[in-house]
């Protein structure tokens, strides 16, 4: 066996938008070809057809880490979908060496009448492992799941995360050769994911090759080394992850145009200097965000506003041309506004997006909005974690001393 | 054919638990629980039983209690091909979301679907080897053919479920229609009557695969004869042919399953 333990060469996978067949007319040529094999050739597209795949070629060496990123539709599923084998990709080859275990929809095998002892058997051997593997790892699959007391309680009767519990725990203990892993991290409660966290790094510490999916940036920045940037099934970049994610946060942030029928519009939010495309900062460092808007008729009294927002959009800071002293901004018809902040990041490591608005200057009504208009990320300090920078220092950190009083009771009981 | 073999060979606590959770869910919650394998074929032979009081009225000929044992035999087997084909037809739709979003070998479903009607079908069996006991039908060296039977059946609704399922899974069509067919197949197999009775009409009567396998239950357990060689010979030939032809159809629409269902 080679070193490679996946590889998809020239891979393209084609889909229908619709049903599969309207009527009976379409239905029996259909068939026909299906069934001599002929078909239309692969590579043209009915009207109805799109490709969720292009011209897809990368491989992943044994006991690699590699990520997939990419926004909503890129075909980050499909790939997974044809790496573990539920459907065969339209054209190119897949290939896949070893024992492959998706956690993805991992409760999908249980049954909401069965107990959750009897669904941790179902369960398993859907996933792959022979009932004598599971009798084995039955007590691990317990003890991480928490739900020692529940076994014997259907699990209709399970709350949804003691649901998503069971099943993660019943996955992680497949003890694939292959893992595949889409957004995994989200399950349960945070001594959960960091259980999950570590039985992950356990696996990948057995020589596992591990694909992981997800829009958690920092989740695979972490992780993996190697990444593969996709957008609408075609692959942007393949190479270290610190260059494919900026590759997916400056792609799409170029500037927009006035379009026909719009009155105005946020046309370009930059970062730095003007039309600079840095996206990485370190904390405490002074950031520019200049915006500009074009109108095609007058407005007057506006405001400009800029927030930022962490990476599960919960908004971090805001600030607006009104409330630093600028009072009403007014645009005439075909002119350009350029407004520039300057702000110290003061934030914790982590991925940030700048929203952009232009607002009435009484009514704080939105004209226009640009949401994600930039994104950026902050380098690492490792002195904290959070969304605020609060430039921890230590002031005092004594070693401990004994107590009398306490000391005494201590040496009384351990006599 | 051989790989399939061995898909499910190397998978088989999988079908195992998949037949078991069939088995486990279809009586829970129901408080006649396993009651409802002997009833349904108990029902079907009591039809079967007002059937032939009905032709004995006709016929002037009285009712003998062969004649009951007979459509008795019959009613088992033909209620376990009834309800597997049922069963089977609906399970690669019904599991549609491991079907979709777990990589598993997909013939486990109707052949779970099979192994489970098959539990029904020796309970009833069970209750049905009481009930010959005391109608006195005896026992006899004929009795050996029974297990050749069941096996041709068996692989014949495998076979069938298979194909169906697969099918059903492209269009739902495909359940109405199988409704409709073992609703009225009842009329055109000889499970209330007996193919005999029909003089030259048998043979067409008898191109039905399920036809002679019937008939030779009923040799075999009420009248302790052979059953009809030739026949039995065809049934096994087009039990083998379905079978083959179904996992044929089956590996070849299997990959569009997942975007299909």
Redesign the interface.
């Known amino acids: 066996m080679s070193d490679i333990s996946l590889r998809l060469d020239g891979v393209y996978k084609k889909?229908?938008k619709g049903e599969?067949y309207d009527s009976l007319r379409d239905l029996v040529p259909a068939l026909g070809k299906r069934?001599l094999r002929r078909g239309p050739a692969a590579d043209t597209l009915s009207a109805r057809e799109f490709w969720a795949l292009q011209d897809v070629t990368f491989d992943v060496r044994r006991g690699e880490a590699f990520g997939v990123i990419g926004s909503n539709g890129a075909g980050k599923s499909t790939i997974l979908?044809l790496l573990?084998?539920?459907?065969?990709p339209t054209r190119g080859t897949v290939q896949v060496h070893g024992r492959?275990s998706?956690l993805?929809?991992v409760s999908?095998?249980f049954?909401p009448?069965?107990t959750g002892r009897?669904n941790i058997?179902?369960n398993g051997?859907?996933?792959?492992?022979?009932?004598a593997e599971i009798r084995r790892r039955f007590d691990a699959i317990v003890a991480f799941s928490g739900l020692e007391d529940f076994l014997d309680t259907p699990v209709k009767r399970y709350s949804s995360g003691m649901f998503a519990r069971l099943g993660f725990s019943v996955a992680v203990h497949v003890e694939p050769e292959i893992l595949i892993v889409d957004e995994v991290l989200s399950v349960g409660d945070y001594l959960f994911q960091q259980k999950c966290l570590e039985r992950m790094n356990e696996i990948m510490a057995s020589d596992a090759t591990v694909i992981f999916v997800s829009h958690n940036l920092r989740a695979v920045a972490g992780l993996c080394a190697r990444s593969l940037l996709l957008d609408h099934g075609r692959i942007v970049q393949i190479g270290a992850t610190n260059e494919v994610i900026k590759a997916y946060l400056t792609r799409g942030h170029h500037a927009r145009t006035l379009e026909p029928g719009t009155d105005i519009r946020i046309t370009q939010v930059s970062l730095g200097p003007a039309g600079s495309s840095r996206v990485k900062f370190e904390a405490e460092e002074q950031l520019d965000i200049t915006v500009e808007a074009a109108a095609r008729i007058p407005h007057e009294d506006m405001s400009v506003v800029i927030q930022i927002v962490d990476d599960n959009q919960y908004p971090v800071f805001d600030t607006c041309t009104q409330r630093l002293g600028a009072g009403p901004l007014s645009i005439g018809a075909g002119e350009t506004l350029t407004c520039t902040f300057r702000l110290q990041l003061r934030l914790a490591e982590g991925t940030y997006h700048v929203n952009a608005y232009l607002h009435r200057y009484v009514t704080n009504r939105a004209y226009e909005r640009w949401l994600s208009a930039a994104t950026f990320f902050v380098a690492g300090t490792p002195t904290m974690r959070g969304v605020a920078h609060l430039a921890p220092s230590l002031v005092r950190c004594d070693k401990p001393t004994p107590v009398a009083a306490l000391a005494a009771v201590a040496s009384a009981n351990s006599i | 054919m051989s790989r399939a073999i061995q898909t499910l060979l190397a998978r088989r606590d999988l079908l195992y638990m998949i037949t078991w959770r069939e088995i486990r869910i279809k009586y829970k919650q129901s408080v006649m629980g396993m009651l409802w394998a002997v009833l349904m074929p108990a029902v079907i032979v009591s039809a079967g039983v007002v059937v032939r009081i009905g032709f004995s009225m006709v016929s002037g000929r009285s009712l003998a209690v062969a004649d009951v044992a007979s459509v008795a035999v019959r009613a088992v087997p033909w209620a376990f091909f009834v309800s597997s084909i049922r069963f089977a037809t609906m399970s690669l739709v019904a599991n549609s979301t491991l079907v979709t979003k777990v990589s598993l070998p997909r013939e486990v479903f109707p052949i779970a679907a099979m192994l489970s009607q098959l539990m029904d079908f020796a309970v009833a069996s069970l209750v049905l080897v009481v009930v010959l006991a005391v109608m006195q039908v005896g026992l006899s060296w004929e009795l050996l053919w029974l297990p050749w039977l069941i096996l041709i059946l068996v692989v014949l609704t495998t076979g069938l479920g298979i194909l169906l399922s697969a099918v059903s899974l492209f269009f739902r069509d495909v359940k109405y229609l199988v409704e409709v067919i073992i609703t009225f197949a009842i009329f055109f197999t000889p499970v209330f009557y007996e193919a005999r009775m029909f003089d030259r009409w048998a043979t067409i009567l008898m191109l039905n695969p399920v036809a002679p396998l019937l008939e030779g239950f009923a040799d075999v357990v009420v009248r302790h004869t052979q059953p009809s060689l030739p026949w039995v010979g065809y049934s096994a030939v087009c039990a083998l042919a379905v079978l083959a032809g179904a996992v044929a159809v089956f590996r070849r629409l299997e990959p569009y399953f997942a975007e299909s269902v």
């Open positions: 889909f229908r599969l069934f979908k573990s084998g539920i459907m065969p492959l998706a993805i929809e999908a095998g049954h009448d069965l009897e058997y179902l051997t859907i996933l792959g492992m022979t009932r």
